[in-house]
T-cell receptor, first 115, second 119 residues
């Protein structure tokens, strides 16, 4: 069965620190990859997505992620975090050809940024 | 203003009652989804629908039912058979797309959620 693992459950950083959140998936075929963010009290919203092409994708608010097919990974990065980045982050995978566009989500990583 | 609406925001249910959560979208999206969010477990798929009058079970469909009579609407009923219904329920939708001769889906857009508590 397909699965998605986010290795960091809770990350605490100071403002201006660099961020990298890990995401690994288990599926050998073509995948579509996503990072979503859930700010306190707000909708789950899309940070960035990968369907094909350049494996380094840029998203909103200065976030980027790199798809490394050989490592089955799609790690999220930001060079300098802000207090407003405090939120829960979810990695999600859709296996191409998977009927209906179903997403498999990781467990989520809670990020706390200290001012 | 385009988007996905869910109602109610908070719902309280007594043991043994069925309750229905509403989800409406005006994005003209083909597919709609219901997820359940529990702390430390991410989102898990309950049901999804690609077209009107058709839907498929997700990973945790037991104790839930859905209908898709209109493209815009995908209500979820939490039945008394659901053993642990207290959770945050999220509805989502996405648009279908053709790429390289095959059909798939774009990213999903999410509603604000309904928090269900069983008393």
């Amino acid at each position: 069965a397909q699965s998605v693992s986010q290795h960091n459950h809770h990350v605490i950083l100071s403002e201006a620190a660099s961020l990298e959140l890990g995401c690994n998936y288990s599926y050998g075929g073509t995948v579509n990859l996503f990072w979503y963010v859930q700010y306190p009290g707000q909708h789950l919203q899309l940070l960035l997505k990968y369907f094909s092409g350049d494996p380094l994708v840029k998203g909103i608010k200065g976030f980027e992620a790199e798809f490394i097919k050989s490592k089955f990974s799609f790690n999220l990065r930001k060079p300098s975090v802000q207090w407003s980045d405090t939120a829960e982050y979810f990695c999600a995978v859709n296996a191409d050809g998977n009927q209906g566009g179903k997403l498999i989500f990781g467990q989520g990583t809670e990020l706390s940024v200290k001012p | 203003d385009g988007g996905i609406t869910q109602s109610p925001k908070y719902l309280f249910r007594k043991e043994g009652q069925n309750v229905t959560l509403s989800c409406e979208q005006n994005l003209n999206h083909d597919a709609m989804y219901w997820y359940r969010q529990d702390p430390g477990q991410g989102l898990r798929l309950i049901y999804y629908s690609q077209i009107v009058n058709d839907f498929q079970k997700g990973d945790i469909a037991e104790g839930y039912s859905v209908s898709r009579e209109k493209k815009e609407s995908f209500p979820l009923t939490v039945t008394s058979a659901q053993k642990n219904p207290t959770a945050f329920y999220l509805c989502a939708s996405s648009r279908g797309r053709m790429t390289s001769g095959s059909f798939s889906y774009n990213e999903q857009f999410f509603g604000p959620g309904t928090r269900l508590t069983v008393l």
